[in-house]
């Protein structure tokens, strides 16, 4: 199923000259928030961007394509962007890789969302999220992508969703005309389940240069399933040779790190994940009394849970990104008491010191500035 719209909008320049004018006199306010009223793409203080197709590439996945606003810039394949959705009054924010390349010519970009069982946001994005409407953007981040100097021959080790990295990537090099030597290996359940199948399997047949190796993990029998140093001596015996480029499931990339580190090769693996690695947590692991000091909340959460989680729980709203300690955006201040990194398992107990909530646990009674 696709939807479109077609898209109006101003020139920059026009927008910039009138803003420096209006601005003073919407102090204290900008002419910018005055704008957002009229069309949110036009804001200069925060970005947005609007859905201008919704395309189902599978019974539970769906890309967005969404057209940005003002300040926008372009990304580079492989990179991400965080997405803010407002779902039941409540304002929610994750990070999403971008699946186009950003050579398109009509100015938007797409993320391809899986629905992941009890995930709110990517629920309403898969089933809710229409054409016509207006959700906040970050910019373009990320250093998982393909270097601009040196020519590389990539092995891309892909499963599920994390093709999408991948997919901006090759999209991107198709349309540069530079297509390298690759060989990509890419695990689904079922072909009818694989997101961009058809668009792969038509770039195996029409790329010399490409190597396609679908798995269907439900259909293939015995030990070829998954991956194994044996699938991939098969699949691609020159595999020491190239970098490599992986993104999927945790199971996945720690078999991959280990392969690459037992070769002593672990700075050709490259490796892109969608959650972040966490320390296994010890049985007596306790929590504590967590008070959110501007709001004068208090509330008791395992030494498991992350405190965001344990926030957004007790009703508050905390700045937040990518939820996996890569973007900053939740860190907080730690007033008194201990927290769990969750990551390395170190505890963090110094007043002031700041603690990004989407990676720790209460470690014991604790203060945080929110
Ligand atoms: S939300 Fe990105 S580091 Fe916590």
């Not at 372009?74 to 009054?89: A, E, K, T």
């Not at 994750?94 to 100015?107: A, L, N, V, W």
């Not at 391809?112 to 089933?127: A, F, N």
């Not at 969750?342 to 002031?352: K, Q, Y």
Request: aromatic fraction near 8%; include cysteine.
């Amino acid at each position: 199923m696709t939807t479109q719209e077609p898209e109006h909008r101003p020139g920059k320049g026009w927008l910039a000259g009138l803003a420096t004018l209006t601005d003073l006199f919407a102090y204290p306010l900008r002419t910018s928030h005055y704008v957002e009223l009229v069309n949110p793409l036009w804001t200069t203080h925060r970005m947005h961007a609007r859905v201008v197709a919704v395309w189902d590439e599978t019974r539970d996945a769906r890309t967005i394509t969404l057209k940005p606003g003002a300040n926008w810039r372009l990304h580079r394949p492989g990179q991400h962007v965080r997405v803010g959705i407002p779902v039941d009054g409540r304002h929610y924010t994750r990070t999403y890789t971008i699946s186009s390349p950003p050579e398109r010519d009509d100015g938007c970009f797409t993320i391809t969302v899986k629905k992941i069982d009890g995930g709110r946001l990517s629920h309403h994005i898969v089933r809710h999220l229409k054409v016509g409407d207006y959700v906040p953007v970050g910019l373009p981040q990320g250093d998982f992508y393909l270097p601009d100097a040196s020519p590389i021959q990539p092995l891309f080790i892909t499963a599920g969703s994390g093709i999408t990295p991948i997919m901006s990537m090759l999209r991107s090099l198709v349309l540069q005309q530079r297509l390298p030597d690759t060989v990509h290996i890419h695990y689904a359940p079922h072909e009818f389940d694989t997101i961009f199948g058809k668009a792969l399997r038509e770039l195996s047949a029409e790329q010399c240069h490409y190597r396609l190796h679908e798995i269907h993990t439900r259909k293939q029998a015995g030990n070829m399933a998954y991956f194994s140093r044996e699938a991939l001596e098969r699949f691609c015996p020159g595999w020491r040779e190239r970098d490599c480029y992986a993104c999927g499931p945790p199971g996945l990339l720690a078999v991959l790190e280990e392969t690459w580190a037992e070769a002593g090769l672990s700075q050709r693996l490259h490796i892109e994940r969608f959650r972040a690695d966490f320390a296994p947590i010890p049985d007596n692991a306790e929590g504590g009394l967590v008070r959110f000091t501007q709001n004068n909340i208090e509330v008791n959460a395992d030494g498991q849970a992350n405190l965001l989680s344990v926030a957004e729980d007790a009703g508050l709203n905390p700045a937040h990104g990518c939820r996996m300690g890569i973007c900053h955006t939740c860190n907080t201040t730690l007033k008194s008491g201990c927290v769990r990194d969750l990551r390395s398992g170190d505890f963090i107990n110094e007043p002031g010191a700041m603690v990004q909530i989407c990676v720790c646990a209460a470690a014991g009674d604790c203060e945080l500035d929110i």
